[in-house]
C-alpha cells in the first residue's frame, strides 16, 4: 500500500515560485499515474497535472499551462510540481494522488499554498 505525504507548500507574493513535493512510501511507486491537484476554498477539488506511467507523459489544466511543471523521481520515490509566476487565484490546498488501480485511490493530506497580491 503506498502513503503520500507533500510539503513545500506556505506563503509567498503573486510572481514568486514554489516547488512542491509528494514523498511515496511502497515498491510499486514508479509504476504508478500520479496527479496534482488542488482545493480552494468554497470550491470544488480540481485537477491540476498529472503524470503518467510508463510514458512519462505529463497534462496540465489550462489555467496552470505554461506556468507549472509535473516532474518524478523514482529513485527517490517522489513527484515535485515546480509552480511559477504564482497568482492568487493559484491560492490552494494542494494534493498529489496516485493512480494504482485504475482510479486516484490514493491521497496525500495536502499541503497549503497560499499566493498574496
Known amino acids: 500500500q503506498v502513503r503520500l505525504a507533500e510539503s513545500g507548500g506556505g506563503l509567498v507574493q503573486a510572481g514568486d515560485s514554489l516547488r512542491l513535493s509528494c514523498a511515496a512510501s511502497?515498491?510499486?511507486?514508479?509504476?504508478?499515474?500520479m496527479g496534482w491537484f488542488r482545493q480552494a476554498p468554497g470550491k470544488e477539488r480540481e485537477f491540476v497535472a498529472r503524470?503518467?506511467?510508463?510514458?512519462?507523459?505529463?497534462d496540465y489544466a489550462t489555467s496552470v499551462k505554461g506556468r507549472f511543471t509535473i516532474s518524478r523521481d523514482n529513485a527517490k520515490n517522489t513527484v515535485y510540481l515546480q509552480m511559477n509566476s504564482l497568482k492568487p487565484e493559484d491560492t490552494a490546498v494542494y494534493y498529489c494522488?496516485?493512480?494504482?488501480?485504475?482510479?486516484?485511490?490514493?491521497w496525500g493530506q495536502g499541503t497549503q499554498v497560499t499566493v498574496s497580491s
Open positions: 503524470i503518467t506511467w510508463p510514458d512519462g507523459n505529463t
Open positions: 494522488a496516485a493512480r494504482t488501480t485504475g482510479g486516484y485511490d490514493v
Open positions: 511502497g515498491r510499486s511507486f514508479s509504476t504508478y499515474t
